[in-house]
């Protein structure tokens, strides 16, 4: 059976429980293995941790002096990958299932792309400032099987993503997309646009490491800017809910006067993110409010 490269960009993380937990099921994959990992500008005490990890079989550690970004890091991997099937996965990530790459091999006959999705912790963190990104992970990332069957294209995450490598450097990650978000989303409708299969199991990965409330806002603000930026360019993510709402907005020229009265009300909305309560509303009424001072209804 063709190879297999795991690829793992880090930033600022100990990953050494993650590839433990996956070189005890490497041999699951009927073919050659190796684990690539990629440091992404990390503090110095991360990659000390990590250096460790060098002198364990099958791994490949290397570090890059200063941090490009996830696009960029990822499509380094991917060029520097020795084999023809690559699972992407994130520093985050956690194996809980003990046939995780041997559902892997299974299933890549059924597709060129197999998404094996997310999963968040079932209880809450103590910690009220990781509530948020918690709740936004539980509802919008870790999406039942039949509704990512559904919707194959939309929503893509490359976490927890295992494709071919021919594919992905026929359609490499945008390293335009500065920051976070939505290299994914492109991904998704370029694959769409080819016709590619996708297949979805249920493989789910643990996403094990949770933002604060005050970095994922940052990062979501930062993610809608690069959705706004794929609408310029490509016209990509035109069929998500956000986009859809700003253009009924448009077209009914109520735009302006909503972005106003969202404006008055940010300080609520944020202060609500930021609480032991947050609110997805609250969040999804500033992702629009982001969008439409991009201009991304038009």
């Known amino acids: 059976m063709a190879g297999l490269s795991i690829l793992i960009p880090i930033f600022n993380r100990d990953v050494s429980e993650l590839v433990h937990a996956l070189l005890a099921q490497l041999p699951d ?17 991360y990659r000390v941790a990590n250096r460790l990890l060098a002198t364990l079989p099958r791994v490949v550690y290397q570090e890059l002096a200063a941090n490009v970004g996830r696009a960029t890091v990822r499509n380094q991997l991917v060029a520097k990958a020795k084999y023809e099937w690559v699972l992407l996965l994130d520093n985050t990530g956690q194996v ?23 999963r968040y912790a079932d209880q809450a963190p103590a910690e009220p400032g990781l509530r948020l990104r918690w709740l936004y992970g539980r509802q919008r990332e870790a999406r039942p099987l039949a509704q990512r069957k559904a919707a194959a294209y939309d929503q893509l995450l490359i976490n927890n993503l295992l494709i071919q490598k021919a594919l992905l450097q026929q359609f490499p990650l945008d390293e335009r997309l500065r920051g976070y978000g939505h290299e994914d989303t492109k991904l998704g409708w370029q694959l769409a646009a080819a016709g590619v299969p996708i297949h979805h199991l249920d493989n789910p990965i643990m996403h094990a490491g949770l933002e604060t409330a005050t970095a994922f806002l940052e990062k979501s603000e930062q993610a809608v800017r690069n959705l706004a930026q794929l609408l310029r360019q490509d016209n990509l993510g035109a069929s998500s809910r956000l986009v859809q709402a700003a253009r009924r907005l448009q077209r009914a020229r109520l735009a302006a006067a909503l972005q106003a009265a969202l404006t008055l009300g940010e300080p609520l909305l944020r202060r609500n993110l930021l609480s032991t309560r947050p609110s997805l509303k609250a969040l999804d009424a500033l992702k629009l409010l982001w969008l439409l001072r991009e201009g991304g209804g038009r």
């Open 29 to 45: 994959w009927p073919g050659p293995t190796e684990i690539r990992l990629l440091d992404d500008g990390s503090d110095e005490k």
């Open 96 to 118: 809980t299932a003990s046939h995780y790459l041997a559902r892997y091999a299974a299933a890549s006959s059924q597709a060129p792309v197999v998404a094996g999705g997310v």
